[in-house]
């Protein structure tokens, strides 16, 4: 069965400083990997995506996602954060091995705060 | 840019009623989603839905019906509704996913409070 993780419910990190929200992962095929992005009262917005390829991924507002198929991780990471970064970030993950299910499994989210 | 809009930003209801959230679309997508969001719990998935009047339970479908006559409009209904279903619901939508990997479009939610 496929699942997330995210470690972590509160990630605090200072404005200007490196910022990192962890996720792992079970699948049992090729994994497809998602973060999205919650600011409050309103629905996720989606940040990035591995598929195949690089192990880096950029997406939207300067993000970027590390997958590491060894440790079955795929952590977001920002070189910079700034305030408005502050919001709550889910991991999904789709199995690519289920073929003909819709279903995305999302981790129970981590709330990042980042302190001016 | 893909535009899902939920009805009802915030609605009250009271126990045993019969609640409807709507959710509609406008990218002409096939596939539509209902999760309820709760702390600590994440998003699961309510139903889905693949195609007009094609539906298929998720994790949770106890209390819930669903109905898609149009491809941009995906309901969700709560039978009798009960205070357990207090929640913040989420629609989502996406295209047909040929390789699996097409992120969802989300709605803005409904916070949903039954008392």
């Known amino acids: 069965a496929q699942s997330v993780a995210q470690p972590e419910d509160q990630v605090n990190v200072a404005e200007g400083n490196p910022l990192t929200v962890k996720c792992t992962y079970s699948?049992?095929?090729?994994?497809?990997l998602f973060w999205y992005v919650q600011y409050p009262n309103r629905g996720l917005q989606f940040l990035l995506k591995?598929?195949?390829?690089?192990?880096l991924v950029k997406g939207s507002y300067g993000f970027e996602a590390e997958f590491n198929k060894s440790q079955t991780s795929f952590h977001l990471k920002k070189p910079s954060a700034l305030v408005s970064d502050s919001a709550l970030y889910f991991c999904?993950?789709?199995?690519?091995?289920?073929?003909?299910?819709?279903?995305?499994?999302f981790g129970t989210g981590t709330r990042l705060k980042v302190l001016a | 840019d893909v535009k899902v809009t939920q009805s009802s930003r915030y609605l009250v209801k009271r126990t045993g009623e019969k609640v409807f959230l709507e959710c509609v679309q406008d990218?002409?997508?096939?596939?539509m989603f209902w999760y309820r969001q709760d702390p600590g719990l994440g998003l699961r998935l309510i139903y889905f839905?693949?195609?007009?009047?094609?539906?298929e339970k998720g994790d949770i479908p106890e209390g819930y019906s669903v109905s898609r006559e149009k491809k941009e409009r995906f309901s969700l209904i709560l039978e009798s509704a009960s205070t357990n279903q207090t929640s913040m619901y989420l629609c989502?939508?996406?295209?047909?996913?040929?390789?699996?990997?097409?992120?969802?479009?989300f709605g803005d939610g409904t916070r949903l409070s039954i008392l």
């Open positions: 999904a993950v789709r199995d690519g091995a289920s073929s003909g299910t819709y279903k995305y499994i």
């Open positions: 699948v049992s095929g090729n994994p497809y």
């Open positions: 591995y598929i195949t390829g690089d192990n």
């Open positions: 990218m002409d997508h096939e596939n």
């Open positions: 839905s693949y195609d007009v009047k094609m539906k």
């Open positions: 989502a939508s996406n295209t047909l996913p040929r390789e699996y990997n097409q992120p969802q479009h």
